[in-house]
């Protein structure tokens, strides 16, 4: 069984692209979070989905950022208009059912330059 | 609002020698607690989780923690370290009140470093 997958790895955008970053959850697993680890800090939430809802988005930036989780396919997070502020680490996580421990992916490291 | 503080943000050890990484939380409601491990440049691995009864919890690698409900503390311990073990590691909690968020609440982290 293969674990939560994150693509790309790493990602260079440069001030003002947009970055767009995918996570497949393991098998099974309808419930997806997204997190930030910014250099220094701790993880922070910043969205719960399930397919195709949006459940807790209160981590979420008020600007810019947009997450979604279809049916079919991947969970992906979208920052448009990138800054140098959002250059951090974005984990993906997924669990089986409410309630469950989450088991996280390898991450997306997003580079703003 | 649920908090979590990592009392150590550094914990230097000798090889073969125990450690201890303290964590505290803050709830007003019932949280499942759990410890995460960070190695460089890689995702979290679960270490062990408290969800409900027996307060001692072991996980892999051999280490284990103990929740306490009245200090409300989660501490991490390993009689013996390997260099192997070097690492961050993160403490976090989880509302499980019904209708409460889903996320998790991790520490700032605790990094261990092993030495020969």
Known sequence: ?113 | AQSVTQLDSQVPVFEEAPVELRCNYSSSVSVYLFWYVQYPNQGLQLLLKYLSGSTLVKGINGFEAEFNKSQTSFHLRKPSVHISDTAEYFCAVSDITQGGSEKLVFGKGTKLTVNP
């Not at chain 1, 440069?14 to 701790?42: D, F, I, N």
Request: hydrophobic letters at 30%.
């Open chain 1, 1 to 113: 069984n293969a674990g939560v997958m994150q693509n790309p790895r790493h990602l260079v955008r440069r001030r003002g692209q947009e970055a767009r970053l995918r996570c497949s959850p393991m098998k099974g697993h309808s419930h997806v979070y997204w997190y930030r680890q910014l250099p220094e800090e701790g993880l922070k939430f910043m969205v719960y989905l399930q397919k195709e809802n949006i459940i807790d988005e209160s981590g979420m930036p008020k600007e810019r950022f947009s997450a979604e989780f279809p049916k079919e396919g991947p969970s992906i997070l979208r920052i448009q208009q990138v800054v140098r502020g959002d250059s951090a680490a974005y984990f993906c996580a997924s669990s089986p059912v409410r309630l469950s421990e989450q088991y996280f992916g390898p991450g997306t490291r997003l580079t703003v330059t």
